[in-house]
């Protein structure tokens, strides 16, 4: 996480110093791309938690947002062709996010949540674990001052 919010500062510093020579430095911030990647992580984390792949993603990577379904890359690409074109000269030091609504919630995206019994005696299904949780499941640790 700490190198994504470097990016971020990096990214708004070269905003500063570029804009005066006509350049543009933005983020963009998607959820989770439907990559090969993301599929093989999908597939572990079906196989580590004992449900189906649908349910990873539907149950897990999607609950908190909004739209209920992967970013495409060619949503990112575009995002990012958009912001190379003279219509984008004077958005420069912002961050764009892909994320179905994710960020409207105030939900910071994780792949690898912690899951918590579901109300569904037996089904062995979870649902992600709210960030103020602990592991064991019991009330957060207290925060200091």
């Given at each position: 996480m700490s190198?994504?919010?470097g990016l971020e500062g990096l990214s708004k510093v070269a905003a500063l110093e570029g804009a005066p020579h006509g350049v543009t430095s933005n983020c963009i911030n998607p959820a989770y791309v439907r990559t090969p990647l993301l599929e093989t992580q999908i597939a572990d984390q079906a196989r580590n938690h004992g449900i189906s792949e649908t349910e990873v993603v539907q149950q897990i990577m999607l609950a908190p947002a909004a739209v209920k379904r992967l970013?495409?890359?060619?949503?990112?690409?575009s995002l990012a062709l958009f912001l190379c074109s003279p219509?984008?000269?004077?958005m420069t030091g912002s961050s764009?996010?892909?994320?179905?609504?994710?960020?409207?919630?105030?939900?910071?995206?994780?792949l690898l949540l912690p899951l918590l019994p579901s109300a569904e005696a037996g089904s062995g299904v979870g649902r992600p674990?709210?960030?103020?949780?602990?592991?064991?499941?019991?009330?957060p640790p207290p925060t200091a001052g």
């Open positions: 190198a994504k919010h970013v495409e890359p060619s949503e990112v690409a219509n984008a000269d004077s764009y996010c892909l994320d179905g609504g994710w960020t409207a919630l105030g939900a910071t995206p994780r674990a709210p960030a103020s949780a602990s592991p064991s499941g019991g009330p």
